[in-house]
């Protein structure tokens, strides 16, 4: 029996992958019976810029087909975590899912480039590079793991916040203890900067800072916010570590089955999703500052990072060890100077 490499490095609960296998495969089934909509999953709840997203997307292909094509998003994590449909995914028993890096990054080393620490400049150097050709062969890296990448969404910028005092160099971090996401790029990014990295889902953060289980997490300003987490952690750095996109994948099983023409209609509709995402993702990032800033949240700029920046030499050294992943650096890097 083969095992796929989800299987051999992310640890998968057999449990949950095969509950969720069986949630996918029942809606599936029905979606076949219609014979149109794709069956899409998102962790982000129903209003979240990624998922109306995808709906934009539907409505392109509705719109272009008669209806012929269509895709059904099941959202707010209804059909299990993002590793465990993912995993669904690439055996066919989803159609479409919005996943981060993070899952990723276990089974493609070149996806691992967008997410390293202190890479972009800004959102808008984000944006430039992965609307690149940089971006379609990130997206098309993920082919040889039978999954078809079809767009980039935004995730923000990333910044460190904690229930102690402003960050302004890494030595304000020493001995903090800093939830991240389950991903050893991000537990050493937090070691390096010489803080104690805790992963835990993000359900957790809000209580463990309550407990002292934690003094800090890092997140964009809507996840801070939506999650509360500034009532507990009320120092919010803007440290911008990381600012890495979400992905928009399709299973190449289900991809396959498509002709050309009806191929050419999926990537152009992911494809013009995006700059919808992104004024959704901008407008929810400028009500979330506004509305933590009434709130009295304590925020700091970091007004030199290259201390910060230093640190992670290590840590880009550990991660990016292949021809094409180093070639990918010195691209985006160059891409810096443009704004």
């Known amino acids: 029996m083969k095992t796929s ?39 982000h709840p129903p209003d979240y810029p990624t998922v109306t997203a995808v709906d934009e997307m539907a409505r392109i292909l509705r719109e272009r087909t008669a209806g012929r094509l269509d895709i059904k998003t099941y ?17 066919g028993g989803l159609d479409m899912n919005r996943v981060n890096l993070a899952p990723l990054n276990a089974i493609e080393p070149v996806t691992t480039v967008p997410a390293l620490p202190f890479l972009f400049r800004s959102n ?44 302004y160099t890494p030595a304000d971090m020493k001995g903090m203890k800093i939830r991240v996401p389950n991903s050893d790029l991000y537990v050493s990014m937090i070691k390096a900067l010489g803080a104690d990295a805790t992963p835990m889902s993000l359900a957790e953060v809000y209580q463990s800072l309550v407990q002292g289980v934690i003094d800090g997490a890092e997140n964009n300003w809507p996840s801070y916010e939506s999650g509360r987490h500034f009532e507990v952690a009320p120092y ?35 494809k013009e999703s995006v700059p919808f995402m ?62």
Not at 75 to 91: H, M
Not at 145 to 162: A, M, T
Not at 292 to 309: C, M, Q, T, W
């Open 75 to 91: 959202a707010g994590g209804q059909l299990g975590s993002e590793r465990d449909t993912l995993e669904i995914t690439v055996f």
């Open 124 to 167: 808008a150097h984000m944006r430039r590079a992965l609307d690149s050709a940089i971006g379609d062969e990130i997206l098309a890296s993920l082919t040889r793991h039978d999954l078809i990448g079809l767009c980039f969404y935004d995730s923000g910028d990333r910044n460190f916040y904690n229930t102690k005092r402003p960050i």
């Open 236 to 270: 919010y750095t803007l440290s911008h570590h990381v600012i890495a996109p979400e992905v928009l994948v399709m299973s190449k099983r289900r991809w396959d089955k498509l002709d050309k023409a009806d191929q050419d209609l999926v990537r152009q509709a992911a």
């Open 5 to 43: 490499p989800m299987q051999a490095g992310a640890g998968l609960s057999r449990r949950n992958v095969l509950m969720a296998g069986a949630a996918a495969g029942t809606l599936a089934a029905c979606g076949a019976r219609k014979g149109r909509a794709f069956l899409s999953s998102d962790t």
């Open 278 to 339: 992104r004024r959704n993702w901008d407008a929810e990032v400028e009500e979330a500052r506004t509305k933590l800033l009434a709130a009295g949240v304590k925020v700091n700029e970091i007004a030199d990072p290259s201390a910060f920046a230093a640190a992670m030499r290590p840590v880009w050294e550990k991660y990016v060890v292949s021809a094409d992943q180093k070639r990918l650096v010195r691209q985006i890097e160059a891409m810096a100077e443009a704004g």
